[in-house]
């Protein structure tokens, strides 16, 4: 039977011994840092006191009995004779444990299994000792303890015993059933939708009374909502105390020394989101428990103290509750995310290399995502996190992270006040209105499509539409593409707004905007269930019932990579330095934005006569240089149409293109016009990247224009050619090893080898970064020669692969620098740099590098790579020299 259906007396007492149970256990868990105050001790003492008379009042006789023997082992406590966590902390915990229990399950029915375990508990308390404070007072002033209870004479507490807790308070509150409110909130809810009919009548008419009456319904029905809405409100500390407890025992299962701090515990919150919240809450916290902070050894090995910290802070901010759950431990691990997300497959290698910092930490919300190494009854089943953020999803709410590696994480919850009415913006698409939460709303935008403006027009990307908002590009959704894929315009102008889709920004263009709102949310029926562009219904002042927008759900639907928020923006170019120029040559694939590639891939720019391509089998060539030059479309790559050499030829005279230099072999990439040269910024933006062969976009003297990835072309044009081969022109990390095993006396972990890549041009920090990468190998990655030095003063590094043209110091001035230190001469130094040639190799060996390699020759890249790491762990391991 659950409480709900209990005689409403014995609810009384269900309600009264959860009150009880928090507050004691709270008091019994502080008494192990802190000692309790005459205060503190009172109050615990009447608590129990109460719970006794309580629990006999009603005739649970084995109940009132543990209440009594809780009551004599705190007399000597109250009476100062003992502190209290001379008694037995967990002793007592596990005593309140049961009265949860009791109350929960046991109420109606007691059974023989938790009679027995009551009794047991009784006889420990009755048979125990307490270790009294010293001074030990004399036998003749020890307290007397009361008579047992007898089990056949319950009583009620008498009028001359001490008052409980809360007494003051008697006649200032009142116990309402849950239902009730709820009740309540219902005809609250059906009250707003005639308050919002009546203001849409009165705003059409020209009764002046009328219209002063509809007002006046709006202030007291506003007024009137917010103090129901009151009533529902409890405070966030009802569910925030319980973790004291959680943590407590946490940290003893895994021998861990953790403190809670809370903060905000008088912050408000809908019951019904409190409920929601909780289970994961708990989950969040016992992952910090876990996941998050070390050993005391550990921690002692990086210089914190022993004692790890999780701060659990709320506080209302933008009609939300936000809740914060901070810890001082370990942080997230980038590469270890990632590899163990390839490993499961929930991520490709290739988006891998892609992932910034923030999208490789929101892998552990993936579902069956676990790092950990066993599975324990805390963690390790991959049941968790995704959990977390799908039932903070479903009530309105998101949530984000924020992690520094060996410093900490934070898991921020932003939640509604409240579900069942909220502000939303109504807006219409066609002939049917639909409202957005407020919460999601960032801002209005209206735009005056006109071809001839630079400042205010929609363009398009690889068929996309998207909009430059304050120099960001903003990607759309036209809502009446999304809901009727036939609806498709040509507008003069548009309504954009604004939303944050889980901290992501995109614009969902609109035909109208209308006014704001308060509506009342109603689930949608199963039928619906499945649409995940919706969130649920509402009725309009006009009794017409308009679909509720779910922003998340919809940005999924568009197949949308949504833009990160400015403040993200800045703080990764920032991080990343990506205010370098670098040179990209420009040029027109057939297609309506410009097309560019990095400048240091570009080989040669030629042009042929279309009489002279022949075919190979499939594949185009020209003789170029006494060998045949295969030819791979861009145009056809990327998508956008067929090779067409007739048609081609009639409206271009010659065929243009771009050589590659690759392995020693030449391969050409042909392109419709080349334009121009420009030295820019490499802020790439790899969010629209959502194809193969393109690396990104860029802002370019105003324009949006696409990044080819054209070693990713070339590799298709090899594959061509000879299909499974063009992987294994470059030699991975297996096969190089196993090669040069038969050189050595003893197997070498090449694995573990960590490389200091120092590198400032964004383009090539992917490129390379994802070569070593893809051979299993560690990188950490430095913007220029003094970073480089910081980091290596900071921890131990196999190899340093360093460009040479970087701001600050660059990468000659760094190999003298290294050099000049005895400690660092053991490490070999690889150049590798556009800047080629005889004479630049020859000054880059004399600054002390080992090698001085071009820097878009991979496989001279790699196997340069590895024959030095294969040396130097030969020499770790003290094998023969390779």
Known sequence: MSNNQLDPALQELVAEIEEISARVTGLIQLSETTELNATQIDALYRDVHTLKGSCLLFGFQEMGALAHELETRMEPVRKGYVQLKAVGVDRLLKAFDLFGEFSREHMVNMTPQFKDKVQQMTSSFKNGTTQAASPTPSPATQPTPPPPVQASSPAPASSN??????????????????????????????????????????????????LNLSQRLDVVTSELQSEVMKTRMQPIGNVLSKFQRVVRDLAKELNKKIELTLEGTETEL???LIEAIKDPLTHIIRNACDHGLETPDERRGTGKSEMGQILVRSFHEGGQVIIQVTDNGRGLNRDKLIKKAIE????????????????????????????????????????????????????????????????GMTLSLKIPLTLAIVPAMIIKSGEEKYAIPQVKLVELVRVENNPDSEEEKIEYIQGKPVFRLRGKLLPLVILGEVLNPENKKDQSSYNIVVLNADNRYFGLVVDE?????????????????????YSGATVLGDGSVSLILDVIGLAKYAQL???????????????????????????KVGAPTVHG??????????????????????IPVVQYRDQLLPIMSVHEYLGYGKFDVVNLSQTYPTCKAVVIKKNTKLYALQVHEILDVISTSTNIDDAFSDRKGVLGSLLVNGEVSVIINAYECVEHLMNKMAPGQASERVPDLVSYVEEQKKFSSKPLNVKACKILLVEDSNFFKRHLTAILKKNQLHVVVAN???????????????????DIEMPVMNGLELAKAIRSQDMYNHIPLIAITTKFSEAYAQEGLEAGFNEYLEKIKETELVETLFRYLTSVKAKKQGNVAV
């Open 513 to 533: 905007i209308h006014d704001t709102a308060d509506i009342v949310v109603k689930p949608l029926s199963r039928f619906l269930k499945n649409l995940s562009v």
């Open 161 to 210: 015993t001490p008052p409980p807790a809360g007494a003051d308070d008697a006649n200032t509150t009142v116990r309402v059933p849950v239902a009730l409110l709820d009740n309540l909130m219902a005809m609250m809810s059906e009250m707003v939708l005639v308050r919002n009919q009546v203001l849409q009548i009165s705003n059409s008419s020209d009764d002046l009374e009328f």
């Open 270 to 272: 809908d019951k019904s």
């Open 561 to 587: 990579t949504a833009a990160r928020p400015q403040e993200e923006d800045a703080a990764l170019q920032s991080r990343e330095a990506i205010s370098d120029q670098q040179e990209f040559l420009f040029c």
């Open 597 to 618: 590639l990095p400048l240091a891939v570009v080989h040669r720019l030629e042009e042929f006569q279309w009489a002279d391509i022949q075919m190979a089998g499939e």
């Open 344 to 407: 499961k497959g929930i991520i490709t290698q290739e988006k891998a290399a892609k992932m910034t910092d923030r999208e490789a930490h929101e892998l552990i919300f993936a579902a069956g995502f676990s790092t950990a190494a066993n599975v324990t009854n805390i963690s390790g089943r991959g049941v968790g996190m995704d959990v977390v953020k799908n039932n903070i999803e479903k009530i309105g709410g998101r949530v984000e992270l924020k992690s520094e590696l060996g410093k």
């Open 784 to 802: 220029h020669g003094q970073e480089a030095l910081d980091l290596l003063a900071q921890d131990n590094y196999d190899l340093v692969l360093s």
